[in-house]
């Protein structure tokens, strides 16, 4: 049973930072492409970045590209999604996902989803 698990949500002002992480349990990271999807209550959930099996390439969504940045460490079984200069409008739940099909930025059938992690940025 692969679970990824998210963390380091969090409130946070506008113009801020916050780093998420995903720890990825029952298999190697290298294993699979990951990828940070989102959801607002009410909202669809959306892609936001995607990360390649040895952490390249990348993908990002247009409305976080020069912000946000995706990253992995497979020796920590860790995918990290580092938020700068934070948007009200990036307030949602943040999932991880195992199993990205990065280019396409959507998740691949079978693909394993995180719980999310709650980020809110306040003006």
């Known amino acids: 049973q692969v679970q990824p698990v998210e963390s380091g949500g969090g409130l946070v002002q506008a113009g801020g930072s916050l780093r998420l992480s995903c720890e990825v349990s029952g298999r190697t990271l290298t294993l699979y492409t990951m990828g940070w999807f989102r959801q607002a209550p009410g909202k669809e959930r959306d892609f936001v970045a995607a990360?390649?099996?040895?952490?390249?390439?990348?993908y990002y969504a247009d409305s976080v590209r020069g912000r946000f940045t995706i990253s992995r460490d497979n020796a920590k079984n860790t995918v990290y999604l580092q938020m700068n200069n934070l948007k009200v409008e990036d307030t949602a739940v943040y999932y991880c996902n195992a199993g990205t099909r990065v280019a396409a930025g959507s998740p691949s059938s079978g693909a394993y989803w995180g719980q999310g992690t709650q980020v809110t940025v306040s003006s």
């Open positions: 990360i390649s099996f040895s952490g390249s390439p990348t």
